[in-house]
Antibody, heavy 121, light 107 residues
Framework: QLQLQESGPGLVKPSETLSLTCTVSGGSISNTSYFWDWIRQPPGKGLEWIGTIYYSGSTYCNPSLKSRVTISVDSSKNQFSLKLSSVTAADTAVYYC?????????????WGQGTLVTVSS | DIQMTQSPSSLSASIGDRVTITCQASQDISHFLNWYQQKPGKAPKLLIYDASNLETGVPSRFSGSGSGTDFTFTISSLQPEDIATYYCQQYDNLPITFGQGTRLEIK
C-alpha cells in the first residue's frame, strides 16, 4: 500500500525559504502512471494546489506561487521536494504531498498526513 | 484559473437526512471533477472521481452527478461518521482548483 510522508522544519522565519520533502513508500516514484503533487491548507481555510512533478523532472507550478516555488524529484531516494522562497505569514499552512493519476481521468490519492509549517520570527 | 464555487458553505442536518452539496465551475469542465472528505486534523480522502464514480471502499450512500459546469454530491442517509468538510476539485485544466469547502454538522 502506497504511503507518503512529509518532513521538514515546522518553523520558518519570514523572508527565508521553506523546504519540505515527501518520502514515498510502498511504490516507486518512477512509476510512469503518476504525478506527484503538493497542496497546502492555511489553518481553518480551504485547499490550495501548489504544483506537480513527473518522475522525469517535468514540473508545473501554480501561477499564483510560480516565481517562488521549486519542485524537484530524487528517484534514488524515492522522494520529491518543495521549496518556497521569500515566505511570509500568509504561507503558514499544513502542507500535504499526494499522488495524482496520469490520464484522462485523474485524482489525488493517497495523501500524506500533512505537516504544519508556521512562518514567524 | 477555473473557479469552483460550492454551496452551501456550511450545512446542519440530522442523522438519516439526505444531504446535497453543489459545486459550480466557472467554465465547462466536462466530467473532470472529484469529491473529497476531510475530517478535522486529517488529510482529505477521495470519495468520488470523474464526477460520479465511487472510490473503492467508500459506502454507497455517497454519490455524485453532473457534467459541464454544475455538479452535485449527495449523502443519501447521513451517518454520524460523515461529519466532515467536503471539497470538490476540478482537473480539466491546470492549475488544479478546489471549491471552498462545505462544512457538514449534525443538527
Amino acid at each position: 500500500q502506497l504511503q507518503l510522508q512529509e518532513s521538514g522544519p515546522g518553523l520558518v522565519k519570514p523572508s527565508e525559504t521553506l523546504s519540505l520533502t515527501c518520502t514515498v513508500s510502498g511504490g516507486s516514484i518512477s512509476n510512469t502512471s503518476y504525478f506527484w503533487d503538493w497542496i497546502r491548507q492555511p489553518p481553518g481555510k480551504g485547499l490550495e494546489w501548489i504544483g506537480t512533478i513527473y518522475y522525469s523532472g517535468s514540473t508545473y507550478c501554480n501561477p499564483s506561487l510560480k516565481s517562488r516555488v521549486t519542485i524537484s524529484v530524487d528517484s534514488s531516494k524515492n522522494q520529491f521536494s518543495l521549496k518556497l522562497s521569500s515566505v511570509t505569514a500568509a504561507d503558514t499552512a499544513v502542507y500535504y504531498c499526494s499522488r495524482r493519476t496520469f490520464g484522462v481521468v485523474s485524482w489525488l490519492d493517497p495523501w500524506g498526513q500533512g505537516t504544519l509549517v508556521t512562518v514567524s520570527s | 484559473d477555473i473557479q469552483m464555487t460550492q454551496s452551501p458553505s456550511s450545512l446542519s442536518a440530522s442523522i438519516g437526512d439526505r444531504v446535497t452539496i453543489t459545486c459550480q465551475a466557472s467554465q465547462d469542465i466536462s466530467h473532470f471533477l472529484n469529491w473529497y472528505q476531510q475530517k478535522p486534523g486529517k488529510a482529505p480522502k477521495l470519495l468520488i472521481y470523474d464526477a460520479s464514480n465511487l472510490e473503492t471502499g467508500v459506502p454507497s450512500r455517497f454519490s455524485g452527478s453532473g457534467s459541464g459546469t454544475d455538479f452535485t454530491f449527495t449523502i443519501s442517509s447521513l451517518q454520524p461518521e460523515d461529519i466532515a468538510t467536503y471539497y470538490c476539485q476540478q482537473y480539466d485544466n491546470l492549475p488544479i482548483t478546489f471549491g471552498q469547502g462545505t462544512r457538514l454538522e449534525i443538527k
